[in-house]
């Protein structure tokens, strides 16, 4: 089958190591970081600054806030995943 795939694609395929749960897991994180750098650095977060200063005004601080919302959205993207490999 594979030396078929190649003539038909006329591409060599090189077997590599299948990625870890970890490795997988720190590219994801680290995806997530750099899109949250990214929103920060673009602005336009005034109604979610209006938000997350009502929780701190509830006597939360800006980093329990933030650690909060990276784990839910962390935790739904596992989620996600699980109802993929299900289909």
């Known amino acids: 089958m594979k030396l078929q795939i190649q003539r038909f694609t006329k591409t060599k395929i090189i077997a590599q ?10 590219i ?17 977060l ?19 806030v933030a650690a909060a919302l990276l784990k839910i959205v962390i935790d739904e993207g596992g989620k996600e995943e699980a109802m993929q490999i299900k289909k």
């Open 17 to 26: 190591k299948v990625p870890s749960i970890s490795d997988v897991e720190e």
């Open 28 to 44: 994801r994180t680290n995806l997530l970081l750099e899109k949250v750098k990214e929103t920060v650095d673009a602005g336009y």
């Open 46 to 64: 005034g109604r979610c600054r209006n938000l997350v200063e009502k929780l701190i005004q509830e006597d939360y601080i800006s980093l329990e």
